[in-house]
């Protein structure tokens, strides 16, 4: 927990310095809630939105500000996760908080210069998988229409009609859910390769996909986006593929077959080319028990325990996927300790 000068109130972060981070927020909060601790859903939720720019902008980071790096699309998902352990208390997003987040949400739809409906991250970087340039896009590049990006959105516009229900604004409710669901269908006309049997991501600058097999390419998942056709032949054929993602500690970030995939980093870097991540895992996994593979599932789960509790003393911030060597920062008590859930 850290405080920061000028801030009534304790924050929350999984990291050793004083930074806190958007989705990082959200996976820390979710472990949390396992054992009944709730109100951190909205200490760091509220020094956000307070410092939303007139336009619904929120920096992904609280003290560092990145240069037009938007909140990651987690925000509303943070408040109802937070309220449903709160006896459904809505009542203090009323007015304020409840315009903020809605301006929040329709920014993300700025980013859309083709007006296809798919917006697009700032870079790789900002979708929270630092090193895949490849699939991601450079530094403010603002082109790709991410398969993850898109996923994400779909939950959080279900989470905003959920919200606007609880606050009887029904309109906006319908609203927000059509428009999840235009989303979704987007995903599945404009990102699905049916020869390939997956979504991949598409460059809006050149109209064409992008043909990298990330982790986050299987997020239709977790948004419940995929057919169950499409869901099932998927995880078949590239989720379970022990030469792509089901290395011996999965699910690999990055496809093996990937020309830059490595696992160990080279210098400092984030390394999102190869390693075994929580947040990517955690979302995959539900995405897993939500489409009813409950075996792959439980191997998954399984699997990580292994490599998190029993292959190494304390929880790292990412694995080597083909050894389970903790990599990255150690003691980590951000999102990693997903895997005591």
Same mark, same amino acid.
């Given at each position: 927990?850290?405080?920061?000068?000028?801030?009534?109130?304790?924050?929350?972060?999984?990291?050793?310095?004083?930074?806190?981070?958007?989705?990082?927020?959200?996976?820390?909060?979710?472990?949390?809630?396992?054992?009944?601790?709730?109100?951190?859903?909205? =200490?760091? %939720?509220?020094?956000? #939105?307070? +410092? &939303?720019?007139?336009?619904?902008? $929120?920096?992904?980071?609280?003290?560092?500000?990145?240069?037009?790096?938007?909140?990651?699309?987690?925000?509303?998902?943070?408040?109802?996760?937070?309220?449903?352990?709160?006896?459904?208390?809505?009542?203090?997003?009323?007015?304020?908080?409840?315009?903020?987040?809605?301006?929040?949400?329709?920014?993300?739809?700025?980013?859309?210069?083709?007006?296809?409906?798919?917006?697009?991250?700032?870079?790789?970087?900002?979708?929270?998988?630092?090193?895949?340039?490849?699939?991601?896009?450079?530094?403010?590049?603002?082109?790709?229409?991410? =398969?993850? %990006?898109?996923?994400? #959105?779909? +939950? &959080?516009?279900?989470?905003?009609? $959920?919200?606007?229900?609880?606050?009887?604004?029904?309109?906006?409710?319908?609203?927000?859910?059509?428009?999840?669901?235009?989303?979704?269908?987007?995903?599945?006309?404009?990102?699905?390769?049916?020869?390939?049997?997956?979504?991949?991501?598409?460059?809006?600058?050149?109209?064409?996909?992008?043909?990298?097999?990330?982790?986050?390419?299987?997020?239709?998942?977790?948004?419940?986006?995929?057919?169950?056709?499409?869901?099932?032949?998927?995880?078949?054929?590239?989720?379970?593929?022990?030469?792509?993602?089901?290395?011996?500690?999965?699910?690999?970030?990055?496809?093996?077959?990937?020309?830059?995939?490595?696992?160990?980093?080279?210098?400092?870097?984030?390394?999102?080319?190869?390693?075994?991540?929580?947040?990517?895992?955690?979302?995959?996994?539900?995405?897993?028990?939500?489409?009813?593979?409950?075996?792959?599932?439980?191997?998954?789960?399984?699997?990580?325990?292994?490599?998190?509790?029993?292959?190494?003393?304390?929880?790292?911030?990412?694995?080597?996927?083909?050894?389970?060597?903790?990599?990255?920062?150690?003691?980590?008590?951000?999102?990693?300790?997903?895997?005591?859930?």
């Amino acid at each position: 927990m850290r405080t920061i000068a000028g801030i009534n109130a304790t924050l929350l972060t999984g990291y050793p310095y004083n930074e806190f981070y958007d989705w990082d927020l959200y996976f820390e909060n979710l472990y949390l809630s396992y054992y009944g601790v709730w109100q951190y859903c909205f =200490t760091n %939720l509220r020094e956000f #939105l307070n +410092r &939303e720019q007139p336009d619904g902008y $929120v920096n992904r980071s609280l003290i560092k500000q990145r240069d037009r790096q938007q909140f990651k699309p987690f925000l509303a998902q943070l408040v109802v996760l937070g309220a449903k352990q709160d006896h459904d208390n809505y009542d203090w997003l009323r007015g304020n908080y409840y315009d903020r987040l809605s301006k929040y949400v329709t920014k993300w739809f700025s980013y859309d210069s083709d007006h296809n409906g798919l917006p697009v991250w700032n870079s790789a970087d900002a979708a929270g998988t630092d090193n895949q340039w490849s699939r991601g896009g450079a530094m403010s590049a603002f082109e790709i229409e991410g =398969t993850d %990006l898109a996923s994400y #959105l779909i +939950r &959080e516009l279900r989470a905003m009609a $959920v919200i606007a229900q609880h606050l009887n604004l029904k309109a906006d409710a319908t609203g927000f859910n059509q428009h999840a669901d235009k989303v979704a269908a987007l995903i599945n006309t404009v990102l699905w390769d049916e020869e390939q049997g997956m979504y991949f991501d598409r460059n809006e600058k050149t109209c064409k996909r992008v043909y990298v097999k990330s982790a986050t390419n299987f997020m239709p998942l977790f948004a419940g986006a995929a057919t169950p056709a499409r869901a099932k032949r998927m995880v078949k054929e590239h989720l379970l593929n022990p030469k792509e993602f089901w290395l011996a500690y999965p699910v690999a970030s990055y496809a093996k077959t990937e020309p830059d995939y490595y696992q160990n980093p080279t210098a400092k870097e984030c390394n999102w080319r190869g390693p075994t991540w929580a947040p990517t895992n955690y979302m995959i996994f539900q995405g897993l028990q939500s489409y009813g593979m409950h075996t792959e599932a439980r191997e998954l789960a399984r699997r990580l325990f292994d490599m998190a509790i029993n292959k190494n003393p304390v929880l790292r911030e990412y694995y080597n996927a083909e050894t389970g060597e903790g990599l990255g920062q150690t003691r980590f008590w951000g999102f990693t300790a997903l895997y005591y859930g």
